[in-house]
């Protein structure tokens, strides 16, 4: 969730260079916080603000107070959790819905914001605020999904396509990968890489 100019996940890569698989994971958390960057600005979300559809509530206290107390209800018109389940019921949600509990409708309120604190958003507490918080963490989830949608598996090249097959019928015919990798202008590592693809 925006609300912060530094992702919080990104202030951790100083202290993880020292591990073992420091360098991958340095790399994967520093992946994260580009990709953060790029939907916060796709979303046009404020950096300093946190997203919510009631703005400067005064009674904030008050539904703080009742999140810690989880399954008092907050009686001022605003979202409940039953509301957030009718909408998950609805898939209006479908990206957060995939991360919740498969029974998430079914629990009570005590242990649906256990669950929407885990999944979700740790530092919510505020049971009114969960429905906006769910709507944006899909709105976050689609746009990363847009904007990073994966390694995209390409088809091999007709080239690659024929070095294989030549490589198979040389190999069949006894000759050593070194002498095929040869034969075919490629390094030995790149035709042993070729074999194990396709």
């Given at each position: 969730m925006?609300a912060?100019?530094?992702?919080?996940?990104?202030?951790?890569?100083q202290s993880?260079r020292?591990?073992?698989?420091g360098?991958?994971?340095?790399?994967?958390?520093?992946?994260?916080?580009?990709?953060?960057?790029?939907v916060?600005?796709k979303?046009?979300?404020s950096?300093?603000?946190?997203?919510?559809?009631?703005?400067?509530d005064?009674?904030?206290?008050?539904?703080?107070?009742?999140?810690l107390l989880?399954?008092?209800?907050?009686?001022?018109?605003g979202?409940?959790?039953q509301?957030l389940k009718?909408?998950?019921s609805?898939n209006?949600?479908?990206?957060v819905?995939?991360?919740?509990?498969s029974?998430?409708?079914?629990?009570n309120d005590t242990?649906?914001?256990t669950?929407?604190?885990?999944?979700?958003d740790?530092?919510?507490?505020v049971?009114s605020?969960w429905y906006?918080?769910v709507g944006?963490a899909?709105?976050w989830?689609?746009?990363a999904e847009?904007l990073?949608?994966?390694?995209?598996?390409m088809?091999p090249?007709?080239q690659?396509?024929?070095?294989?097959a030549?490589?198979?019928?040389l190999?069949?015919?006894?000759?050593?990968?070194?002498d095929?990798?040869?034969?075919l202008g490629?390094?030995?590592?790149?035709?042993?890489?070729?074999?194990?693809?396709l």
């Amino acid at each position: 969730m925006p609300a912060s100019t530094r992702c919080a996940r990104h202030s951790q890569t100083q202290s993880i260079r020292v591990d073992d698989d420091g360098p991958k994971v340095h790399a994967q958390i520093s992946s994260e916080a580009r990709l953060a960057k790029r939907v916060v600005t796709k979303l046009g979300w404020s950096r300093a603000e946190f997203v919510s559809a009631f703005g400067q509530d005064g009674s904030v206290e008050e539904k703080t107070i009742a999140g810690l107390l989880w399954g008092l209800r907050v009686g001022d018109g605003g979202h409940t959790l039953q509301h957030l389940k009718e909408g998950l019921s609805n898939n209006h949600f479908p990206r957060v819905q995939a991360l919740l509990l498969s029974n998430f409708c079914g629990l009570n309120d005590t242990r649906a914001c256990t669950a929407l604190r885990r999944y979700v958003d740790p530092r919510e507490w505020v049971l009114s605020y969960w429905y906006t918080r769910v709507g944006a963490a899909e709105a976050w989830l689609e746009a990363a999904e847009s904007l990073s949608p994966g390694r995209v598996h390409m088809k091999p090249s007709v080239q690659n396509l024929e070095r294989v097959a030549n490589a198979r019928s040389l190999l069949q015919q006894g000759l050593s990968k070194k002498d095929i990798a040869a034969q075919l202008g490629i390094s030995q590592s790149h035709l042993s890489h070729l074999l194990r693809r396709l």
